[in-house]
């Protein structure tokens, strides 16, 4: 479940000319297996999605990221950092929808013998080369006193992790659901969390502004929106259709959902209505790190990045 990995070697690509993302009216959408997401899932299981709406699975956000820079996708759901870097290759994306938001489902898993971060001093740190996995780092870091020199930085992809600690590769690692609770069963101890980070890891809904015409994009979200009441209202019918077809437990899932913040339609109008909101600032923040890590092929602008225009205005 591969949730944040880039497109390796993606900044060096050439963009391909557009194809005509799928029949006019049809609306694919890249997704990939992540707890935030399963509003899509479950809204497809139960009939509600709208016609000629398609959820185009992958093993990955990298596929989404491949599928949206060929022309072959209209829309996916990705890490604010990833719509940021495909917007830095060209693709014209704006966020249309917030989908969930890290609160707890992040984390720096310790060996057991470790139990501050200032005993991270001297010891072998995993890290996923991503925006996020920098952001992760330099936090802990700050609330240790220690300097990037520190620690010995492993960089390590989500594939890697369990296998990396299952092979005493490393005494720490940067990582989130499932390998997190994966890592705590092994005698993993949670140091750090996303809780610790308010606001500022974002799942969202990115769409290709260039290839919306007559595509239902407001009915897809109307549907997010209608599966996100029935994980509130029927949760334990939810919680075995999303069991189901993750094939884990339900404690899991349930312990997924207690790591994210799924924000309702209200909620969702404050970041996106905004210039100034705490998306459009987790926007600037990410963008200043990935410019800092050589991340990103060129500056963005970000004037462009959030869109309020397919949220309903009520829920019907």
């Known amino acids: 479940m591969e949730r944040r990995h880039f497109l390796a070697g993606l900044a060096g690509m050439a963009l391909l000319p557009l194809a005509g993302c799928g029949l006019q009216g049809s609306l694919r959408v890249g997704i990939h297996t992540w707890i935030g997401y399963e509003t899509l899932y479950l809204a497809q299981n139960l009939r509600w999605l709208p016609a000629g709406v398609a959820l185009v699975s992958g093993t990955s956000a990298t596929d989404s990221l491949t599928?949206?820079?060929?022309?072959?996708?209209?829309?996916?759901c990705l890490t604010l950092d990833e719509v940021l870097l495909a917007r830095s290759l060209g693709v014209p994306l704006?966020?249309?929808?917030?989908?969930?938001?890290?609160?707890?489902?992040?984390?720096?898993?310790?060996?057991?013998?470790?139990?501050?971060?200032?005993?991270?001093?001297?010891?072998?740190l995993g890290v996923e080369s991503t925006a996020l996995g920098a952001l992760m780092l330099n936090r802990v870091l700050d609330q240790a006193g220690l300097s990037r020199s520190a620690v010995q930085t492993v960089e390590l992809p989500p594939a890697g992790q369990l296998a990396a600690w299952q092979q005493?590769?490393?005494?720490?690692?940067?990582?989130?659901?499932?390998t997190a609770s994966r890592l705590q069963?092994?005698?993993?101890?949670?140091?750090?969390?996303?809780?610790?980070?308010?606001?500022?890891?974002?799942?969202?809904?990115?769409?290709?502004?260039?290839?919306l015409w007559f595509k239902p994009v407001e009915g897809l979200i109307a549907a997010h929106f209608q599966a996100l009441e029935h994980v509130r209202s029927n949760r334990q019918d939810a919680l075995y259709r999303i069991a189901a077809r993750q094939q884990i437990s339900v404690p899991q899932v349930k312990q997924a959902l207690a790591g994210v913040m799924l924000p309702g339609l209200a909620a969702n109008h404050r970041y996106l209505d905004h210039a100034d909101s705490r998306l459009a600032q987790a926007g600037r923040q990410l963008h200043n790190i990935m410019l800092d890590q050589g991340l990103l092929t060129q500056p963005d602008q970000q004037g462009s990045l959030l869109s309020p225009r397919w949220l309903p205005e009520v829920l019907t």
């Open 67 to 76: 599928g949206l820079r060929n022309g072959e996708l209209d829309a996916a």
């Open 94 to 124: 704006q966020i249309a929808l917030v989908f969930n938001v890290s609160a707890g489902a992040d984390m720096l898993v310790a060996r057991a013998d470790i139990h501050s971060l200032q005993q991270l001093e001297g010891k072998r």
């Open 168 to 178: 005493q590769k490393v005494d720490a690692i940067i990582t989130y659901e499932p």
């Open 185 to 211: 069963e092994l005698g993993g101890i949670n140091l750090f969390n996303s809780r610790e980070l308010p606001d500022t890891i974002f799942d969202v809904l990115a769409v290709r502004a260039d290839s």
